[in-house]
């Protein structure tokens, strides 16, 4: 990390996570890109699940393995730090290069967890909510590996 990079005014350290950007549903859906970030431990595939996810959904990346945050009246606000701008890690293939989307409002934050710790009595969750840099956000626990990532994260996004 550069200087640079935590010389956000307002910001806190970055966190150790992923977030895409999700476009406007139109109609009456949303008329605003959403974050999603993605948040776990190193190695949990954070950096995947962003790519499933900007495959799946045409969703942009916003910031890969470090996120800023700063508050914000509408909720937290994610962009990456100068230096990781537009970069994301593609395992096997190294740091590449991709269109990215920032500031957005993350609207949905995703703890990512090894599918052998989703217990069957969390098929029917209650509700959760992650607290980012003092603003509320609905948060979900979702098993990584899982074919059905991408549509899940969009199910979730439609209950907030």
């Known amino acids: 990390m550069t200087p640079n990079d935590a010389a956000v005014p307002g910001s806190v350290p970055p966190v150790h996570a992923s977030c895409v950007a999700l476009p406007p549903t139109g109609g ?14 190193s190695a949990v595939g954070k950096s995947s699940a962003a790519l499933a996810l900007i495959q799946a959904a045409d969703a942009r990346l916003v910031a890969d393995d470090r ?27 190294g740091i590449v290069r991709t269109p990215y989307r920032a500031p957005v409002t ?3 934050a995703v703890d990512m967890v090894p599918p052998e ?3 069957s009595s969390d098929r029917i ?12 956000v ?9 074919p059905c990532f991408a549509a899940r994260i969009l199910a979730a996004l439609e209950r907030v």
Not at 28 to 41: I, M, Q, S
Not at 74 to 88: C, D, E, F, H, N
Not at 125 to 136: D, N
């Open 117 to 119: 710790t989703v217990e």
């Open 125 to 136: 969750p209650e509700p959760e909510t992650a607290i980012l840099v003092g603003c509320p």
């Open 67 to 93: 996120v800023l945050l700063l508050p914000a009246g509408t909720g937290p606000l994610a962009l990456p730090p100068a230096s990781l701008a537009g970069l994301i890690e593609v395992r096997g293939l």
């Open 138 to 146: 609905p948060l979900v626990r979702m098993a990584w590996p899982d």
């Open 106 to 108: 993350v609207a949905l």
């Open 28 to 41: 009456r859906g949303t008329p605003c890109w959403r974050g999603v970030l993605l948040r776990g431990p």
